[in-house]
Each structure stands twice: as structure tokens, then as C-alpha cells.
């Protein structure tokens, strides 16, 4: 090569990489990527409007957390140090608010009532974080504006009590009123900005909420950032779009090669999620325990997945749709969910068949199966005790769900020249066959068990 092509060669390069730099529109591949999972709508359609039925999935593992929690606690904890929590693939956290609220009290009964907490929910970087934070905030500075003057009272009492020298007994006579104080606080109008499930930091001082929009698959806090770390159905999304011609789900499919090629992805992904934990767990310091995280995903068992009546359904409605002309054969091929719902054995892998998570201080505690019913044929039956037979809402609420998690795998797999408003307008055809297919199916007939398999991991 000679020394002029070298020069231009560097030159290019260089100018290449200003521009990656410069232009990170370009770096990030929106469409291949973030599409894959979005979750989220702003407005009335927002995830905790549509999704809140996902809290019993979050509750079904309450105890055992809670029970987890209280163990990890030491007296020894040292004080002046925010106890962290984390919630990846948070959405816009409104189903683990209740959890929060209960583990904030252990750990103020074990480390006393002023222990400063931080709560910090990640998600990836197009999901609505807006929706998180007014969730969150309500308008507290308002309460307290027109609480202050009967404060300044307070002030004045305390200050020109006659019993000087044993103010102790001043607030004991205070506390009925602060304790009204209190009442006016908590039964106050203003609730939060979206006001339920109402959110733990309307009602405790000194607990710190912030958000990340970055991608569980990279590290997204300092190393030895958390004391507890929580993750509800979203590791079983795949870092990165897949394809399965046959099927929009592995364990439907035939295609074994393209199965193997699923399984080893889904594989580097949980080891990656763990490495990059393995950092952000706080580690073991003399008396001080290490963090703990608890990570609850969707599941397969040997013989059967998650909601696998409505994965089959979904595969029906894509051949309707090749048939009825709606999407081409290519589009239907392409149609994939890139997410891979672990059994027991493909959880426990990377925890006893290599040292690179124990090398990290990482160790598998338990995992837990747990099994949720479909919550839509249980509110569907108990209308039935009542006497209606109201299918048109078990049809419309189950869909609504099911668009939430699957509407990106249709959307992007749609052929680029189709205009953004098509796109769009094949999606809406597409549920809305989905929907009548439920509102002519008998609700228990779909049997749409939730499978979790819940990981309880430790560093020491
Ligand atoms: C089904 S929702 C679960 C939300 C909430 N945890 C719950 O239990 O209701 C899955 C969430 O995982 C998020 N997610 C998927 N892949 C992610 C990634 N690589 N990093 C962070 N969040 C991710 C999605 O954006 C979505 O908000």
C-alpha cells in the first residue's frame, strides 16, 4: 500500500468515527432493537393501566422476598449508607410499588426509621420513564405549604414551654397532633401525578426514587451499587432480535437448527446479565452482607411454556393473515418474539457448570417455580357466579395484554416498504382477529397458565 493510500485510509477512518460519535442516532439501531420489547404507551393506555394484573405475579413471590430481605439484614449495617434497591426491566414501575412499600418498612424496623433507601428502576432507553417518574411524585410541596404555619406553631410552643429542660415531654403531648398531621398527609386529595397504585414516596421521607433508560444487558450502575436487586418478566427478553421461520415462539417450532441457534443466544445472555450484576451487587465487607438480587422471569417447564394457548393463537392469526393477504409469507416468517422463557436446568447453567459467576461472588440460592393462573378467565368466571357470560371484555382485556409484549415482534417484521401508517393499520387487522378469536373460545378451554421461574442469587 503506498504511504498515500495509508494517510487516506487513517483520514477515512477517523472521519468515520467522528461521525459514529457525533451522530449517536446512527449507533443506536432503534429499529432492529428497542422495538423488540416496547412495552410501554403514554397516556390512558400507559403499561400499569394495561399490565396491572401482572402484580399478582409480582405477589405470588412476596413472601419468600420479603423473607429474604429480613434475613440479609445485619445490625452491624452500617448507618450512614443508602439501602439500594433495584428493579430492572421496571416499565414504569407501578407493579412492584406495593413490594417496595413492604420491604422499605423491614428494613426500617431492622436499621432504624431514619435509614436513608434508593430505589432505582431501569428499563430500556424508548420505554416511557416519564409515566415512572409521575408515578412516583405527587404534589407534596402543596400539602405541606399550608401545613407550615400551623408548623411555625409547633415551633413556638416547643420553643416557650415552661418545663425547660425537659422538652422529652414536649412531644410526647405533640405526638396526637403531629400524628393528625400525619392523617391530613396521608387522606390528602393530592395524590400522585397518576395517582394508583399510590406510590411509598408520598407517604416516607428520606426515600430517593431515580430512573435509567439504559439496557440491563450492559452495566447501568457504579459496581457495589445495590443491596437488593429485583427484576420481574422482562430477562426473558433476548439482547437482540432472532429468527424462527416456522413458529413466533421456540417451543412451537420444529426447526431445530434455528432452535440451537436461540438456545445458545438466550444462554450468553443470562451469563451476561449475571456478570454484569455480579458488579453492581454490593459485595461482603467483614460483618456487612453482600447484596441480593431476585430475578423472576417467565418459564418454560419440560413440557409446556407460558400462556402457550395464546402463543399457538398467535401462530393461527399469522397464517389467517397470509391467507387473507394482509402480510406476505416472508413477513409471517419473520415474526418472531425475541424472548426465550428459561427452564429450571437453562437457569441454574451458568451457576454450577463454570466458576465465571463464582468467581464473581455470585452463588444460586434457590429457584422457585411458581405458577400463576390466567387472571383473565378467573375475572371472566367470577362475572359468570354473578350471571354474565361477558366474553367481549375477557376477549378485549387479554388482548390488550398480549398487544403490550407481542406488538413490536409483528410491527418490526413488517417489509421496509410498507409506510409506518400501513404498518400500523396491519397490526390493529392483526388483533382485532386476535380478539374475535378469543370472544368465540370458551375462557377456561385456553388454559393460560403464567409459568416463573424465580432465581435467588447471593454475593458474598
Ligand atoms: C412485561 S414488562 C414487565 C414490567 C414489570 N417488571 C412488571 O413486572 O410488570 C417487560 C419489561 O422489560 C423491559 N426490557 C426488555 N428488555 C430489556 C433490556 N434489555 N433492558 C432493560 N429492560 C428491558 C421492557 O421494556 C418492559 O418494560
Known amino acids: ?31 432492529l432493537r428497542w422495538t423488540s420489547h416496547g412495552a410501554m404507551k403514554t397516556g390512558a393506555d400507559n403499561y400499569g393501566n394495561v399490565m396491572r394484573r401482572n402484580k399478582k405475579i409480582v405477589d405470588v413471590s412476596q ?11 445485619s445490625p452491624s449495617r452500617v448507618k450512614n449508607k443508602a439501602y439500594t434497591i433495584g428493579d430492572y426491566g421496571a416499565a414504569d414501575g407501578s407493579t412492584t410499588i406495593g413490594l417496595i412499600r413492604n420491604i422499605i418498612d423491614i428494613v426500617r424496623e431492622k436499621c432504624g426509621k431514619d435509614q436513608e433507601i434508593h430505589v432505582i428502576y431501569e428499563d430500556i432507553p424508548t420505554n416511557d420513564l416519564n409515566c ?28 416557650s414551654h415552661p418545663l425547660k429542660g425537659d422538652r422529652d415531654i414536649i412531644p410526647s403531648y405533640l405526638l396526637p397532633i403531629a400524628t393528625s398531621y400525619r392523617h391530613v398527609l396521608w387522606s390528602h386529595p393530592l395524590k400522585g401525578l397518576i395517582p394508583e397504585p399510590r406510590s411509598y414516596c408520598l407517604d416516607y421521607d428520606n426515600v430517593y426514587v431515580t430512573a435509567s433508560g439504559t439496557d440491563f444487558y450492559k452495566q447501568c450502575v457504579p459496581s457495589n451499587t445495590f443491596d437488593l436487586l429485583m427484576s420481574f418478566t422482562a430477562v ?17 417450532s420444529k426447526n431445530e437448527e434455528e432452535k440451537e441457534v436461540i438456545k445458545k443466544l438466550a444462554a450468553e445472555d443470562w451469563l451476561q446479565f449475571w456478570k454484569l450484576r455480579g458488579k453492581e451487587l454490593k459485595q461482603e465487607l467483614y460483618f456487612y452482607p453482600g447484596g441480593c438480587a431476585i430475578v423472576s422471569s417467565v418459564g418454560e417447564t419440560e413440557t409446556r411454556m407460558s400462556i402457550q394457548n395464546n402463543f399457538k393463537l398467535l401462530n393461527d392469526i399469522l397464517e389467517k393473515c397470509v391467507s387473507d393477504n394482509i402480510i406476505t409469507k416472508t413477513e409471517k416468517e419473520n415474526t418472531t418474539y425475541a424472548a426465550c422463557f428459561r427452564r429450571q436446568d437453562e437457569i441454574k447453567e ?5 466458576n465465571v459467576l463464582t468467581d464473581l461472588g455470585l452463588h444460586l440460592h434457590q429457584v422457585k417455580q411458581e405458577l400463576v393462573p390466567c387472571f383473565y378467565t378467573a375475572e371472566w368466571k367470577q362475572r359468570l357466579d354473578t350471571g354474565v357470560d361477558d366474553r367481549d371484555k375477557f376477549a378485549h382485556d387479554f388482548t390488550s395484554n398480549v398487544r403490550t409484549f407481542t406488538y413490536s415482534s409483528i410491527y418490526r417484521a413488517l417489509d421496509s416498504n410498507r409506510s409506518e401508517q400501513e404498518k400500523s393499520i396491519i397490526c390493529d387487522k392483526f388483533y382485532k382477529k386476535y380478539e374475535n378469536a378469543l370472544r368465540n373460545s370458551y375462557p377456561p378451554d385456553l388454559d393460560s397458565l403464567n409459568i416463573l421461574q424465580v432465581a435467588y442469587v447471593k454475593k458474598k
Not at 487513517?10 to 457525533?22: D, E, G, P, V
Not at 420479603?66 to 439484614?73: A, G, M, P, R, Y
Not at 426473558?236 to 417451543?251: E, K, V
Not at 451458568?350 to 463454570?354: A, E, L, Q, T, W
Request: proline residues 5%.
Open 1 to 31: 500500500m503506498s504511504v498515500f493510500r495509508y494517510f487516506r485510509a487513517i483520514i477515512l477512518f477517523t472521519h468515520y468515527r467522528f461521525i459514529k460519535l457525533n451522530n449517536p442516532l446512527k449507533t443506536i439501531p432503534v429499529g
Open 63 to 73: 413472601n419468600e422476598i420479603l423473607k429474604t430481605v429480613d434475613s440479609s439484614l
Open 132 to 159: 415512572l417518574v409521575q408515578r412516583h411524585n405527587g404534589d407534596r410541596d402543596i400539602i405541606l405549604s399550608y401545613l407550615l404555619p400551623i408548623a411555625t406553631s409547633y415551633r413556638h410552643v416547643l420553643w
Open 236 to 252: 426473558h427478553f433476548l439482547s437482540r432480535p432472532i429468527i424462527l421461520t416456522d413458529s413466533i415462539y421456540r417451543l412451537l
Open 350 to 354: 451458568p451457576f454450577v457448570n463454570s
